[in-house]
């Protein structure tokens, strides 16, 4: 069931634009995946993703998994069902959790044990095991489980991490084979830190086990934007052309449009739901944060060229009010604006690539954003 | 341009159907008001409260005065335009709360000074001045300053209280009347706390000045539910036929339809709204709270009769989970089904008048209440 295709690239870098096909349907790439943690992509309905333009969205395998848990979910047909949305899903491993949110993570010969940073319960999660979930959740991605190293780290603490990843990548494989569920494809993530030998290792050693997919973990892990980029051309290139090639956890416009000029297909970040939360709302102009006074009462909304439910129908001040109050509605209606901002924009992306006119947009892209 | 007209009396009590009509739409009689207090209602859009059947709601001139403030509402020709409702609004005078809420509130010969519970700044709410914020709000109803005393009190407190009453009432008519505000009107609001004599002169002062419509105020703030009663029943009769009788502040399925008997003709409420934040539901056969662990894989949904958007696209067990995790969607899908159930269940009161059936509604309510 699942497939990709390349369907137009750019002559002046690497951008490209393809269809991934699944069995929810189909994925337009380049692509932002909004991150819906528990169950929901927090806030904001399956109805409001759809209006904004959300063609799939990334499930956090760790948090589905403590609560509610998979004998709930799997009552339900899984996450489509429990949290009615009906269009393609991503589940992350739940590596990444589990080596930041949870405590006392400890990499046995089986997997990796932990403590519940909900109840403090003990559990272990194995290669085998996140196959497990992730197909009980009935996802249409799922991902391998790794182990993701933060910035700065020493190149050991990189290789070792590499290593593991690769290991647990391999039984991945295994057990995804095994349950043979033939429409779900799965991901394997590249590590090496900011290494660009210990990166290339990596890329080819998961590119041996062959995956229907390939990601770039362990970045935007706290390093220099600058590093990060250097990772990621170095990196995308090594990746198969004809599987599509997605960046964990990035980023901001900015980075999404130069990630996407080195080749870079999907993109997975809470920046645009937790910064609707913060307050801060992003513009064609750069960002700008509704509590700031000057907006106390300015009837224009957020962003004047957006068609957003909340720029067609809420002024500014509006926003502001609602934010200082605390009032529920703000983080919807701030959360609707900044999905949709990021959804566009992506889109937009793909129309240049689809024009080869993607220079000329990533340029426009800039120019506006100083105004 | 405000105009009430009865259009059907049960053969068998003194419940009642109408009409009011108001600058922004007609409001069908008996209603229940969602309240929302600082322009939203908690946690749910404009398009939502239509699609639940809501028709008018309840702003709370306190809040609104504090924050954001008269002077930026104004530039939205009032709430209506600031919080794109384009329905009917009532707003209270902000005198329940400066009693309640605000500190240090003191009555002089002007009005009351208070403190504002948000910063602690200084200010002073008339008679005059409560019309005067009403008319900027751009309101279709409005209250008139009343001094709400809690149970239990003294008859010499009620007393003092209801003499006050009677003269902001006044005060309230002439600054209502000086400044023409032609299509809003301005409601009587009778207190007399628990004492009878005390009810019927207040009631009598204020039908006297002449109301467009009276509220009965100084209800379900501690007294038992016979008492409260009591109070309506005795309460009711003494105001004009011809016009909107309104119980401010009340309350449970119970009350409304036992208050509709007596011939009440508006209800507003914090009821459905607070308790969907705490996860208190509201259904045919009862009151059920979400998070109980007999939901925890439920499939049905809330109320198995409901139409409302909640019940039909979610299940309890995915509510529960919600709700658990604080997921902000929980708060808006709880609202929802709350709200629904408030004003289907007055609708359907409506129409049992106007086939004038109400006396088998209301057992039928309560058998099934039971269930």
Known sequence: MFSFEVI???TESRARAGVIQTAHGAVETPIF??????????????????????QIILGNTYHLYLRPGCEVISKFEGLHGFMN???????????FQVFSLAKLAKISPEGVTFQSHVDGSKHLLS????IDIQTCLGTDIMMCLDQC?????????IRAALEITTQWAQRCRQAWQTAQNGGIALFGIVQGGM???????????????????????G???????????????????ILPQARPRYIMGVGTPENLIELVTLGADMFDCVLPTRNARNGQMFTQNGTINISNSRYKDDSDPLDSGCRCYTCRNYSRAYLRHLYLARELLAY????????????????????????????????????????
């Open 149 to 157: 190293i933060e910035f700065p780290a020493t190149r050991e603490q």
């Open 8 to 10: 137009a690239e750019s």
């Open 219 to 237: 970045l935007s892990v706290g390093e220099p934007v600058e590093v990060m980029m250097e990772m990621a051309d170095f990196t995308l290139p």
């Open 195 to 217: 290494f660009t030998d210990l990166r290339r290792r990596s890329a080819e050693e998961l590119v041996q086990i062959d995956f229907s997919g390939y990601a770039v973990g």
């Open 332 to 371: 919807r209606l701030n959360t609707i604006h900044n999905i949709h901002y990021f959804i566009s924009f992506i889109r937009r992306m793909r129309a240049a690539i689809m024009a080869d006119t993607f220079e000329s947009f990533r340029k426009d892209f800039y120019r506006q954003l100083d105004n």
């Open 127 to 130: 290669p085998e095991k996140v």
């Open 33 to 54: 995946m909004p991150v819906g943690t528990l169950g929901s992509v927090k806030s904001i309905s399956p109805e409001e993703l759809v209006e904004t333009g959300v």
């Open 85 to 95: 949305w009906r269009k393609p899903i991503l589940t992350d491993s739940g590596g």
